[in-house]
């Protein structure tokens, strides 16, 4: 019996653990916006403003040449049309990325005497009265990509998309993939889905 509670307990903690880390998982925050009254039958062809934000020093960054293959490829699946000369262009699309440092703080209970390895409490019931608050802090890097869609003629934006994520080491070394995995993740929110026109 108590072997049958034991293993039960086991399974529960375990089911809570993929649990919490499945959804540290869930990838970037992607919020879009858009302007109202946008008639997106009015454009056929798209190009690229010319510097483009991301673009530093007078040539094309690795992150500006990535960032235009993949929304290239998103915008191509909505079958509109690219176009070399921007002034052949209904649409435009500009970038912006960022990192910024952030901070954040969080109140934990730990043992007043003794090893803190009583971390699994957390959150989950009360402890003993022998135990004292602190504070934890976590520094981290924090990564934004924005995507701009502005109407040539009107020299409007008409479309935002941006995402938003913690950067690792594994991110860094894998930047290409992250951002075009942004990107896609961005543009599943747009307007028009792919090959739908």
Known sequence: ?????????????????????????????INTSQAPDTDYGRYSTFSYVDPLGTDRAGYASIVSQQL???????????NFEYVENIENADLLLNFNAQLNDQIRTREVMEPSIGPAFWDYR???YATWPNYQRSTVIDQYTEGTVVIDLIDAAAE????????TGRVTERTRRDAANELDDA???IFDR???????R
């Open 68 to 78: 235009v293959f993949s929304t290239r490829r998103e915008m191509e699946l909505r």
């Open 183 to 185: 990107v896609k993740s």
């Open 156 to 163: 409007r934006m008409i479309w935002e998309g941006t995402a």
């Open 122 to 124: 957390y959150g989950l």
């Open 1 to 29: 019996m108590v072997m049958i509670k034991q293993n039960s307990f086991q399974l529960a903690a375990l089911a809570f653990a993929l649990f919490m880390l499945v959804g540290c998982a869930t990838g970037p925050r």
């Open 190 to 196: 747009f307007p028009i889905p792919a090959s739908s």
